[in-house]
Structure formats: structure tokens, C-alpha cells
């Protein structure tokens, strides 16, 4: 017979006077820690020995995440607490039992845990419908919901008893997989449990898709891993690590089968934590700020709840409900992303070396030395500096080397998730100067002692953004995506690259502003050059169809360009919509160079680009002098323009430039960003978005200022609007130079 078979009958024959009345449990024997039924000894009951009778209960006790968080006093592990709404009492009573020894029926229900035991630890969880659900702050152990605002419930928030500004439109409930009746359980399981088990990838042959050696439910019920699949690492602290046993979103749902709306959606996914959408506010009463350095006589900090107007455990306090802070989640497995925190800072009094928090009972013990606050400290708190005063009394109390500490400590927000029609849709939400990944983020009304809060030294959390002073006295945080790694079109962007494509598409624009009002000057003094000109075929009906469909797709370009990097200034047009035109015309500009490039190639046209390296620079420092100078005088173009021959030395450098140098850029660049969701190892290996954005911008400041040069210089031709005319019907008229014939055959042909 195996063991934990005869266990099990052990168990039930010694439990054959004394059972628990149970649907779901086998009855059992109570007893206490020395294996004595409790009804004889009237001692406590002993959950190690009790529940130890059919399960490994020293195995559980070490493999608890909640026994390795201190939660338990003693060797002796609660069970009831999580498997049974019945708390045991210190002596059992008669009354408690049958007449047979038995337990009096209902007094004792095993079951798995359910929502309500985990909220007896942790946040507010409510499956009932029937009665207004209502929040009580805790004055000292605060809860997830004192921390984060997270209330997990199928309850519709206008139905709740809370407060809660503008709450009759909010007709959704606290979150939707409660709604869709998901336990808690369902997601933060035990992770040897064979309807869960999942195999760790790194720990997978490839070759095996499915595990089939796992417990069986015997072995499972015998030794139930208690480490349960959880996200944060540190229990009540900030640090948030997602485990990889954890149920994530991606565990349930395939994301990349909707959000048909969302442009860049592998990109998107890569990049935010479905929370980042999915959590969007948050009506639980949280905590902004702790004060510990002067608490109350039983001990009780100074709080300051986030976004709410009075007390929250008073029914006529305001919540106003607030939206999370996005900060940079890391999984085990490397992957960052961005995802809700709520953000709680604390001030303390440490003492010794190293330093150590002076325990808050002990803080209440100098404060209130006879029951009333100290005179010192009230006369301190009137003028303005009490916590002077405290620092003195702590070290009068014995306390060496007193200190004021400040801490922002994160929470990861995971709860109050909603369906599509409530999460975040607007792509402008985040992609614009007014992103809510960039917004100032408060930390607390004031600054106890004038001191600025650092990061927890424990939090897991980048220190990425600023800790600063607001107006008011108050301190917020205001995050940087950039900082983070992240590169976020619309919002993120070096000021740097902005400011030199400026100038050197206003110097431009100054520069041939200036010149071509000196041209106008000067042609109302000397009056126009009449020189003997002739029509010339110059462009063909290819060169003139590329050349305005690849001046339309740059224009183009630059302008769905500039709304998707200031989206901000043109709220008109719609983000998504515009990205998508955008991507359109790269491909277009990509495909008419490419035909371009074959079409010179193979017509042997794109010697015209190439200058003469014989006499390249006497024809160039030429054409120089005649924009500098001779232009002004109304003397002739140094170089006559023919169909062989239409470009002059200067247009050869800056057309060859643009097509090996800028060009060939832009596109690369382009086409990086664009397939940074197809191929995001490329990317990154050079240099991802923060530097593959910024050079995009550039060039495209660049393109912007040839644009306006290249303009301004067809102005030069016989009359301003020659070279655009000669473009739009193919003939220009162009100057005789002596010498010339201008009845060549070579001029007449392509008529």
C-alpha cells in the first residue's frame, strides 16, 4: 500500500469521533500540536498536525511564498486562513460539536482558496452583487487597494457605495475577469497543480510541445507546491518581477487576433504591458503619501490618498479616480515593457549605523510621553519645524545617528481591467506632447523636513525621469520613456536634431530669400538680359511623370512626417491614419527610385549625373562665381544647358548626394522603423528606435531644406518660371551661347 494511502485511512479511522461536517473534504481529525483531539485536551488546534494527517504539511510550510514572507508567526501554517471561511478558536467549546463529537454541521468548510480568502490579505475582492461595495483604509497594514486603488470585483462601480465623481456614467464593473467570474486562483495557482503545470522554457527540449510526466492529482493533493504563480517577488513591497509559471494575459488571450485597429500591433505588444491600455483608472481610494515621522498615539501615520477629497473612510469623501504611471516592467526572461505602477511615497526616522527605521510605536512613546503630544513638539509644529525637534527627542531616547529617510516605492497595478470598449483606444493618448507616458506624476502635497524622496533601494524599477518640486510645495515624478529605452513617435524626440534641422531649413530659406530678393534689385536697375534663346525637348514624359510623383511622395512625406512626430499641432487628422499614408508613400518612393534607377541604368542616362573629372572644379568654382555674382549683373549661364549636358557641376555633387547619401538613408531608415514589429533584432542592432527615429527626423529636415533650394534655383532659368514650365510640357527655352548652333540636330530631336 503506498504511503500517502495509508495515511489517509489512518487519518480517517483516528477521526472516527470527532469530524468536521464537510461537502467537499473527507472528514478529519482535529488535533493539536501534540496529536491530541482537541475536544480532550482543549488546546489549540494544530494545523501541521490536523491537516499533516493526510498532507505533507512540512513540505507546504517550506515551500510557501507566503512562509518565506514572514507572514507566519510560528512553525504552524494557517490552513483555515485560505482553505476555509472558519477561523479556529484558541479553546475549543462544547458547543462547537454533535453529540457525537462530531463538528456542528457548517461550522467547517474546506474548499479551495477563494476570492474572499485572498481578500482577507491582500485587496478588497467582492463577488456580491446585492450589497454597495465599500472600501475602509487601513490605518497601518495597508492593503493592494490602500497601495494601487485596485479593486477586484463584478460589481458595476455605479452600483458600488463609493463616492465616486461622475460615477453614474462608469455602468462597467471593477474588472471585467471578475465579471467573467475568473478567481483568483484561475491566475495565481499552485504551480505543481497538473491542470496548470507548464514546463519552464528554458528547461523544455524544443523538440517536446507537450509534458506529459506531471503529478497526478493524488500526488498533488499529498504535496501542493505552495509557491503560488504570483508577479511581485517581494510581498508588500514594490519590486515587480513577473514570474514566468504566472498566468499573464498572453496565457488566456491571443492578442494579435483583434486589435485589427492598431497600427504596429507586434510593436505595440512588444512594448506595452496589456495593463498599459487595458488598466486606464483606477476608483479604488490609493495612497499617494505616508508620513511616519509624526504619527498618532496608537502609532498611525500621516496619509494623503491620491486624487481624493477628504477622508476616504468617511462616506462624503470625493474619489476622483486617477490613471496609473507607466513605468518599465521587467519579466525574468529579460522582456521590458511598459506597465501601470502606482506610486506611494514615505517618510521615516532611521537611527544607528547601518541605519534602521525606528519602529512607529516606539515613535508614538517619545511623541506622546503622558498621553498628549509633547509641548516641544506642538510649539515645533506651529513654527514650522517639528521634525528638528523630533531628531532631538529620538536622541535623547537613546537613538544614535537620527535621520529623516524618504522612499517612492512602486506597485504594480494588474486589477480593474476592462474589456475593449473602456481601455485606452486614442492613439494620441500616448503619441503627442500630452502623452500620458510623459505626464507629471504627484508624489505628495509637500516635502516632510524639505526632503526629496529617492527610489526604494529594493523597488526593481529603472530610475529613469525626475523626482522634482512643483509649484505649491508639492513633489511629483515626470517620467521619460527615453530614459527607459523607449522611443515613442510624437512624444519622444532629441531636441537637438529639431533644432539644427531649423536652422538649416530656415538658413535655407533665409539665404535664398536674401539672394532672390538681391535678383530682384538688381534686374529693376539694369533692367532683363535680352539674349537670343531656342526651345529644347529637355525632359520626356518619363522624367517628368517620376519627377512629379517623387516630388509629390517626398512633399507628402515630409508633411505625414511632421504630424506624426507633433501630432500635438495638427489634432485634426487622425494618428493612425496618417502612419498608415505614411508607410504607403515610403513604399511608393521606394518603388519609383528603384524603376528610376533602372531606367537611367539601362538607358545609359545616368552618365548626365557624373561630372567631368578633368575640368571639374574651374566649371564648378565657374558656377559659383555666377550665383554669387554674375547673376546679379544679368550675365550669361557659364555652362550652355542642353539635353546631354542639363546639369551644371554644382547640381552633379548635390544630385549624386542625394541619391548614394540622403536618399539611400532615409529610406533605410524608414524601412527600420517600419519593420521594427516584422524584425526587431535588425533594428535594435542598429541602434533601435531612440536612434534610428531621431536620424529619420534629421534626413527628413534635410530633404525639407533641399526641397526649398531646389525650388528657389529653378527660378534662375530665362524667366522664373521656365524650369517649371520646361517639367510640366518638356521644352525649355534656353540661352544661345556664342558659338552654339542653334540649329543642331541633336537639339531638334525627341520633337
Known amino acids: ?23 467537499f473534504h473527507p472528514a478529519f481529525a482535529i488535533v493539536d500540536a501534540d496529536g491530541v483531539l482537541v ?30 514572507a514572514g507572514v507566519f508567526e510560528n512553525q504552524e501554517i494557517p490552513c483555515l486562513r485560505c482553505h476555509s471561511d472558519f477561523e479556529a478558536p484558541e479553546v475549543w467549546q462544547a458547543g462547537l460539536f454533535e453529540t457525537d463529537g462530531s463538528l456542528a454541521a457548517g461550522v467547517m468548510d474546506i474548499h479551495k482558496p477563494m476570492d474572499r480568502n485572498c481578500a482577507s490579505c491582500h485587496e478588497v475582492v467582492s463577488n456580491r452583487l446585492d450589497v454597495p461595495l465599500t472600501v475602509d483604509p487601513h490605518p497601518v497594514d495597508f492593503s493592494m487597494t490602500d497601495r494601487t486603488g485596485q479593486i477586484f470585483s463584478a460589481q458595476r462601480i455605479s452600483q458600488s457605495g463609493l463616492n465616486i465623481k461622475g460615477k453614474n456614467e462608469l455602468v462597467r464593473p471593477f474588472d471585467v475577469h471578475a465579471d467573467r467570474v475568473v478567481n483568483c486562483v484561475n491566475c495565481h495557482y499552485s504551480l505543481n497543480n497538473p491542470v496548470y503545470y507548464r514546463q519552464r522554457e528554458e528547461s523544455r527540449p524544443d523538440h517536446l510541445a507537450f509534458e506529459p510526466r506531471r503529478l497526478t492529482h493524488a500526488d498533488y493533493l499529498q504535496r501542493p507546491l505552495h509557491q503560488l504563480a504570483k508577479g511581485a517577488s517581494r510581498h508588500g513591497l514594490g519590486a515587480f518581477e513577473s514570474e514566468n509559471s504566472m498566468r499573464r494575459c498572453e496565457s488566456c488571450h491571443e492578442a494579435t487576433a483583434v486589435h485589427q485597429w492598431l497600427p504596429y500591433k507586434r510593436r505595440h505588444f512588444a512594448s506595452l504591458a496589456c495593463e498599459s491600455c487595458h488598466v486606464p483608472e483606477l476608483y479604488g481610494p490609493a495612497l499617494q503619501a505616508v508620513d511616519w515621522t509624526l504619527v498618532s498615539p496608537q502609532g498611525h501615520p500621516q496619509r494623503e490618498f491620491r486624487d481624493v477629497e477628504g ?15 507607466m513605468l518599465v516592467r521587467k519579466n525574468v526572461g529579460g522582456e521590458a515593457k511598459l506597465a501601470p505602477f502606482n506610486l506611494v511615497s514615505s517618510w521615516f526616522w532611521t537611527a544607528g549605523d547601518p541605519a534602521e527605521r525606528i519602529p512607529p510605536e516606539r515613535l508614538a512613546e517619545v511623541l506622546y510621553p503622558d498621553g498628549g503630544l509633547h509641548p516641544e513638539v506642538s510649539a515645533g509644529l506651529e513654527i514650522g519645524d517639528a521634525r528638528d525637534v523630533v531628531r532631538r ?36 493618448s500616448c503619441h503627442g506632447e500630452d502623452s500620458i507616458l510623459a505626464a507629471s506624476f504627484a508624489l505628495s502635497g509637500n516635502a516632510p523636513g524639505g526632503l526629496l524622496p529617492a527610489w526604494a533601494p529594493e523597488s526593481g524599477i529603472a ?11 508639492g513633489i511629483a515624478y515626470l517620467p521619460s520613456t527615453h530614459e527607459a529605452g523607449f522611443y515613442v513617435l510624437g512624444l519622444d524626440g532629441i531636441p537637438l536634431v529639431d533644432l539644427a534641422g531649423l536652422l538649416m531649413f530656415f538658413g535655407v530659406l533665409l539665404g535664398v530669400s536674401v539672394h532672390g530678393f ?29 519627377h512629379w510623383l517623387q516630388a509629390g511622395t517626398i512633399m507628402m512625406l515630409i508633411v505625414t512626417g511632421l504630424i506624426i512626430h507633433k501630432p500635438h499641432l495638427f489634432g485634426m487628422f487622425s494618428f493612425a491614419y496618417v502612419v498608415q499614408v505614411h508607410n504607403v508613400l515610403g513604399f511608393i518612393l521606394l518603388i519609383n527610385a528603384a524603376l528610376a534607377l533602372f531606367y537611367t541604368v539601362a538607358s545609359g542616362t545616368i552618365k548626365r549625373f557624373f561630372p567631368d573629372p578633368d575640368s571639374f572644379f574651374a566649371r564648378a568654382f565657374e558656377q559659383a562665381m555666377f550665383y554669387s555674382r554674375g547673376i546679379f549683373a544679368g550675365q550669361e549661364h557659364p555652362i550652355e544647358k542642353t539635353r546631354q549636358n542639363r546639369l551644371n557641376p554644382l547640381q552633379q555633387v548635390t544630385y549624386l548626394a542625394i541619391i548614394n547619401i540622403l536618399l539611400p538613408a532615409q529610406v533605410v531608415t524608414g524601412f527600420l522603423i517600419w519593420g521594427m514589429q516584422y524584425w526587431p533584432a535588425l533594428g535594435e542592432a542598429l541602434g533601435g528606435l531612440p536612434l534610428l ?3 529619420h527626423t534629421f534626413l527628413a529636415w534635410a530633404f525639407a531644406a533641399f526641397i526649398v533650394m531646389h525650388v528657389y534655383l529653378t527660378t534662375t532659368g530665362e524667366t522664373p518660371l521656365s524650369g517649371i514650365k520646361a517639367m510640366v510640357t518638356g521644352w525649355e527655352d534656353v540661352e544661345i551661347h556664342n558659338g552654339s548652333n542653334p540649329g543642331s540636330v541633336e537639339e531638334k530631336a525627341h520633337v
Open 1 to 23: 500500500m503506498k504511503p500517502r494511502l495509508f495515511l489517509m485511512l489512518v487519518g480517517i479511522l483516528a477521526a472516527q469521533t470527532v469530524f468536521a461536517a464537510n461537502t
Open 311 to 325: 477622508d476616504p473612510a468617511r462616506a462624503d469623501s470625493l474619489i476622483h479616480g486617477f490613471r496609473p504611471v
Open 393 to 428: 527627542h529620538l536622541e535623547a531616547a537613546g537613538y544614535p545617528n537620527v535621520q529623516l529617510a524618504g522612499e517612492v516605492t512602486p506597485y504594480p497595478v494588474s486589477h480593474g481591467v476592462v474589456n475593449g470598449r473602456w481601455a485606452t483606444r486614442d492613439c494620441r
Open 463 to 473: 530610475q529613469t525621469g525626475h523626482i522634482q518640486r512643483v509649484n505649491g510645495g
Open 693 to 695: 527615429g531621431p536620424l
Open 518 to 546: 538681391l535678383r530682384f534689385l538688381a534686374r529693376r536697375r539694369w533692367g532683363s538680359p535680352d539674349r537670343p534663346t531656342r526651345p529644347v525637348r529637355m525632359y520626356d514624359a518619363y522624367d517628368r511623370i517620376w
Open 39 to 68: 475536544r480532550e485536551s482543549g488546546k489549540p488546534m494544530s494545523s501541521m498536525r490536523t491537516c499533516g494527517a493526510c498532507h505533507d504539511t512540512e513540505f507546504i510550510r517550506d515551500s510557501s511564498d507566503h512562509a518565506a
